[in-house]
């Protein structure tokens, strides 16, 4: 089956614009999570969205929010970029055993800001 | 923030040889997971082990949990040249959603 599709994967930016991202999981999974990788920050959790529905938040400002279709589809958004928002950002998508047997991660969207 | 710290931040070592990685993490989990990154692309889920769980064998991956210690490793054993990536530690608590707290990841060099 086709894994977690991730677009685009490339994005050039300029500080104060807006960016959408998109997350296409694997069929059948309902969960969608969103991780930000930074050099100095590491991987960090934004958001988790299940059946359309968000269940959990990461300690993100609200420049960055997200939603989920209800083909499960997720996407995220981050509004008035900063230079500091340079980042890859991944999700990941699981089915309903809530992630028991791992997740399943895109290659990521690498958001650089200028 | 990050659950916890990875041991080593980097190894090199030569083929053949075996890697170890460890990891530390702060908070009660349900499950501890590794996952392999290659050069900034995506994460690769490696294993899962529960908290319940004491050791775990995936092909040449040994993975042991501690949760008296909060702490988990990672064993690699007869390493490959394409075992060269970076390694992360992800501790789950799923009583609330999915959410993983990652380690700072160990990069580890395997030479030919």
């Known amino acids: 089956k086709a894994g977690v599709t991730q677009t685009p994967r490339y994005l050039i930016k300029t500080r104060g614009q807006q960016v959408t991202l998109s997350c296409s999981p694997i069929?059948?999974?309902?969960?969608v999570s969103w991780y930000q990788q930074t050099p100095g920050q590491g991987l960090q959790f934004l958001f988790e969205?299940?059946?359309?529905?968000?269940?959990n938040k990461g300690n993100f400002p609200g420049r960055f929010s997200g939603r989920q279709f209800s083909n499960s589809r997720s996407e995220m958004n981050v509004s008035t970029l900063e230079l500091g928002d340079s980042a890859l950002y991944l999700c990941?998508?699981?089915?309903?055993?809530?992630?028991?047997?791992?997740?399943?991660f895109g290659s990521g969207t690498r958001l650089t800001v200028v | 923030s990050q659950q916890g710290e990875e041991d080593p931040q980097a190894l090199s070592i030569q083929e053949g040889e075996n890697a170890t990685m460890n990891c530390s993490y702060k908070?009660?989990?349900?499950?501890l997971q590794w996952y392999r990154q290659n050069s900034g692309r995506g994460l690769v889920h490696l294993i899962l082990i529960r908290s319940n769980e004491r050791e775990k064998h995936s092909g040449r991956l040994r993975v042991t949990l501690d949760t008296s210690k909060k702490s988990s490793s990672l064993l690699i054993t007869a390493s490959r040249a394409a075992d060269t990536a970076s390694y992360f530690c992800?501790?789950?608590?799923?009583?609330?959603?999915?959410?993983?707290?990652f380690g700072g990841g160990t990069r580890l060099m395997v030479k030919p």
């Open positions: 990941a998508s699981s089915d309903w055993t809530g992630g028991n047997y791992g997740y399943t």
């Open positions: 908070t009660s989990i349900n499950n």
């Open positions: 069929s059948g999974h309902r969960s």
């Open positions: 992800a501790t789950g608590f799923n009583n609330a959603g999915n959410m993983l707290t």
């Open positions: 969205y299940f059946s359309e529905t968000q269940r």
